[in-house]
């Protein structure tokens, strides 16, 4: 997908549910000028207390860990992006002040049943 130069395409998509624990993504397409401010939102439902992930994958590469968070109030900074892992909301929402059409890319709520090992996702993707 092509959008103007200088504008930035959000795609979320729910992709899994495992073991009864899942994260969520509410939101549709969204187009993002360049360096506005960003907000990808991730709830999730889990037995017990899951460590929390995001992942970003860039074109042509790999998932890489973006940012990570094992207990409550715990804030992962990396790139620009932040998430704090909210228990008592459920939630644990990217966040970047500004973004640019370096940041197009795939990202990925996911978590992990600290005792289960079980894991589930969800994903939205920047297009220039």
Not at 94 to 117: F, P, R, W
Request: proline share 3%.
């Amino acid at each position: 997908m092509n959008s103007s130069p200088g504008l930035v395409t959000v795609i979320f998509l729910l992709f899994g549910r495992t073991y009864g624990n899942t994260v969520t993504q509410e939101e549709g397409q969204v187009t993002l000028s360049e360096e506005a401010f960003l907000t990808i939102n991730c709830t999730y439902t889990a037995t017990g207390y899951p460590a929390l992930f995001w992942y970003v994958q860039y074109p042509g590469e790999g998932p890489q860990l973006l940012v990570t968070a094992v207990k409550a109030n715990d804030k992962g900074i990396n790139k620009g992006f932040e998430a704090t892992y909210k228990r008592e909301t459920t939630s644990f929402h990217l966040q970047k002040a500004s973004v640019h059409e370096s940041d197009s890319a795939v990202y990925y709520c996911a978590l992990s049943d600290t005792v289960t090992g079980a894991a589930g996702g969800a994903d939205g993707t920047f297009n220039r």
